[in-house]
């Protein structure tokens, strides 16, 4: 039986996200980048995670709640992405490829919270 929240393009996006995170720092070894890409996947997984959470909450404002903590783990994603690239853990192709996603994630997770926020408050 398929998943109700799957149907959301922002979640299927969002998932999409954290899984070419997770792929790109399979390479990160040794002790320096052990911690960073536990940070990015982390940060990563966090978005879609919170959306699946939230949603299985039942309540607008509850999910909310969740959809607004998955905006704050991309924030904190972009950051990460920025830091990974200036610090040479991140070719430019790898780092717009991630970044292109992460945007597209930020814009639909944006207008998703509009959407729910208007229908708490009709």
Request: charged share 25%; net charge positive.
């Amino acid at each position: 039986m398929e998943k109700a929240y799957r149907k959301f393009v922002v979640w299927q996006r969002a998932h999409e996200l954290a899984v070419a995170v997770f792929q790109e720092t399979k390479s990160f070894n040794g002790s320096d980048l052990r911690w960073f890409a536990s940070q990015l996947r982390r940060a990563a997984y966090s978005v879609p995670a919170n959306f699946v959470e939230g949603y299985a909450r039942g309540s607008r404002k509850e999910f909310l709640r969740y959809l607004n903590i998955a905006a704050a783990s991309l924030s904190e994603l972009e950051y990460g992405l920025e830091f990974g690239k200036s610090v040479g853990c991140f070719n430019n192709e790898q780092f717009e490829s991630l970044e292109r996603i992460r945007s597209e994630v930020g814009y639909l997770l944006h207008r998703f919270v509009l959407s729910v926020k208007q229908n708490i408050s009709t």
